[in-house]
């Protein structure tokens, strides 16, 4: 194995163990705190009320799906799904990030994958502008013969641009536990 495949598969491994810090999380909001209090974790049978969602709460919830569930045969669509989902310094990011044909073979090789569960999405902030989720998910991820399971709290960020609702900050909230 090259040392960059060595490279590939330790990356591999990171973006399981620091979820929200990984590929799939770019941009200045996955290094920033967020601005909010502390976040209850809910209990394992607490499930989202689609119809209760504004179209904001859709957004980022389909957003949070989007960077935290993936098969190496769905990365570039997930990516693309992010893309379309988000604007600003985000978007921008991800632009930069693209998954690459090297990166894809070394996840297939690794059988490497992450699945999500939306657990609870709790609306923190909305302006006309402006909104801001926190998104609880129960992930469960694989690479390099690791399995990781964790819930995990998002802080998804809002704007409301064109008459469309778009992410502009991605990032998983200090207050976050495990259960």
Known sequence: MT?????LKIGAVMVLTLAGCGPRSAGPSAEREART????????????????????????????LA????????YRAQHRRQLRLSTGSLRSA???TAPTHEQLAEYRDDGAHGDATVVEATRLLRTPTQSRYAIVLDE????AGQN???????????????GAWLVTAF???PDTGTA
């Not at 209090?37 to 949070?64: C, E, F, K």
């Open 3 to 7: 040392s960059r495949g060595v490279v």
């Open 37 to 64: 209090s502390s976040i209850t974790q809910p209990p394992p049978t607490t499930t989202v009320d689609q119809n209760a969602l504004s179209d904001a709460g859709h957004v980022a919830v389909r957003y949070a």
């Open 67 to 74: 960077a935290r569930s993936w098969t190496p045969a769905s």
């Open 94 to 96: 991800l632009q930069r």
């Open 140 to 143: 469960r991820s694989a690479a």
């Open 148 to 162: 990781v399971r964790k819930r995990l709290t998002y802080i998804v960020e809002l704007k409301r641009r064109g």
């Open 171 to 173: 990032s998983v909230s």
